[in-house]
């Protein structure tokens, strides 16, 4: 995520007063969420790990949202992968608005922000020296003496005064602060001790994890520090599943199952779905091959080198699992997708002899250039994580092996390929630790009905467009 588009973008979603009449109708679902949201005023939700940000940045996140829409962002930023060592705080302050439920995403509500104060907080002496470097590099002279640190020094400042701006600071540029998050928003409900909790993905509230209550109970000039975990050794043999319904860009939902055999064979399932809560399937993909570490220079997004590896794609199998993919399919006019004519509802084609399938944007063979780590959690359960794909085309440009970690993947007992949405935890029986699904229970999804089959060409070509945009995220 670009901090630079985030900045742009604020200024782009400004609310002002005028505007506000358009939100005052709102419908039952969307005071719904507001109210939910509103819930978040005492505890707000949190991070509940050392998350890595493309680049990479290591941080940790503690949001409060109060019940008149003003909210207040900590982001803390770290110089080590397990959050031990912080650099800098950035602590944001303004307004949100909710919006109309997402049409790219379902079980999302748009939203509207304002930024009208953001401080920096350095945590040494040489991360200040280097924080004030940044700061006038995009405001020349602004920083003249030597900032502190565990001081707080504004580096944006937005305010209006009768619809007129009065003061328009922003000097934030490559401080690591991307608020433009905050523009699509989602609530989750888990259940943790027969207590129904809210929280957003990958924040949660405080009383739920370790991590949670140690980032609560840290303050802007005095973040939490994570004890730092041990390098463990690669332990890939096994297999690995989804702990919950994944997202993924351009409002696609999907769940993974990972199984390494001995050597250096490998194979994936990607159940691809219409809805946040993985019950409408929508196509699945099957792929297998080899794979090897990977030579990266240390230099290189260190310490990511010591992670690289490399996925060679040797076998895809497709199988669309509704009715509608399945006609488009069948009258895609290109000779690059299987056998024409031949496809159906739930049964697989092996697209290796053609290339894999440019309908849906795969192909294959492929060297999928990934970086790759195994770890522990806090309740003894052993996970996976691949790279997370970056999602803007400037950090797209600067290289194609992801500089930032994905969602977890879970460790099995068992893997039944014929029910892989069922694969049982070999960490902890209890159901809340293990590795089921667990769907988005209340989450607000778009209205779906399967569309009447047309064999329209305008119909068939804007399939596949879409297709091909939301597959490009096939891997990851």
Request: hydrophobic content about 30%.
């Amino acid at each position: 995520m670009s901090e630079e588009g985030g900045m742009e973008r604020r200024k782009k979603s400004r609310i002002i007063p005028a505007d506000v009449k358009r939100y005052q109708n709102v419908g039952a679902e969307r005071l719904k969420t507001r109210s939910r949201v509103a819930q978040w005023k005492r505890a707000g939700p949190i991070t509940q790990r050392c998350e890595t940000r493309p680049g990479p940045r290591y941080v940790l996140r503690s949001y409060t949202f109060q019940r008149d829409g003003s909210f207040h962002l900590s982001l803390h930023t770290y110089h080590d992968p397990s959050c031990a060592r912080p650099a800098h705080t950035l602590a944001a302050r303004g307004n949100l608005t909710l919006g109309r439920p997402s049409w790219v995403t379902p079980g999302a509500t748009e939203a509207e922000y304002i930024l009208t104060r953001v401080e920096l907080i350095a945590h040494t002496h040489r991360d200040a020296a280097l924080v004030t470097t940044a700061v006038n590099t995009t405001c020349p002279g602004k920083v003249t003496k030597p900032w502190k640190p565990h001081k707080p020094y504004t580096v944006l400042a937005y305010t209006e005064t009768a619809n007129e701006v009065t003061l328009d600071e922003d000097c934030s540029k490559g401080l690591g602060g991307a608020w433009n998050e905050l523009q699509l928003l989602r609530l989750e409900v888990t259940e943790t001790n027969n207590k129904n909790k809210k929280s957003t993905t990958r924040l949660r509230e405080a009383d739920e994890c370790g991590v949670c209550g140690a980032v609560g109970r840290s303050s802007d000039r005095s973040p939490a520090h994570l004890h730092s975990g041990p390098a463990l050794p690669l332990l890939l043999v096994g297999a690995w599943a989804s702990q919950r319904c994944e997202t993924r860009p351009y409002g696609m939902f999907l769940t993974r199952h990972l199984l390494f055999r001995g050597g250096d064979e490998w194979s994936m399932k990607l159940s691809y779905y219409h809805d946040p809560e993985c019950s409408r399937p929508s196509f699945t993909l099957q792929a297998s091959g080899t794979h090897a570490p990977a030579t990266m220079l240390p230099h290189h997004h260190a310490p990511l080198h010591l992670h690289a590896h490399d996925f060679n794609v040797t076998r895809l199998v497709l199988t669309p699992e509704d009715s509608y993919l399945t006609s488009a399919l069948n009258f895609y006019n290109e000779k690059d997708c299987g056998s024409r004519g031949k496809w159906m509802v739930r049964k697989g084609q092996d697209v290796t002899s053609t290339g894999g399938c440019s309908a849906v944007g795969v192909r294959v063979p492929v060297v999928e250039r990934e970086i790759i780590l195994t770890g522990v959690d806090e309740n003894g359960g052993v996970w996976l994580r691949l790279g997370q794909t970056p999602t803007t085309t400037r950090l797209l440009s600067i290289t194609n092996r992801p500089t930032s970690w994905g969602p977890p993947l879970r460790a099995c007992s068992q893997y039944h390929p014929t029910n892989p949405t069922t694969p049982n935890a070999n960490h902890n029986n209890n159901n809340n630790n293990n590795n089921a699904l667990r769907p988005m229970v209340g989450a607000r999804t778009a209205s779906y009905s399967p569309p009447m089959a047309s064999h329209s060409s305008t119909t068939i070509v804007l399939v596949m467009a879409w297709f091909v945009v939301v597959v490009g995220f096939w891997w990851k």
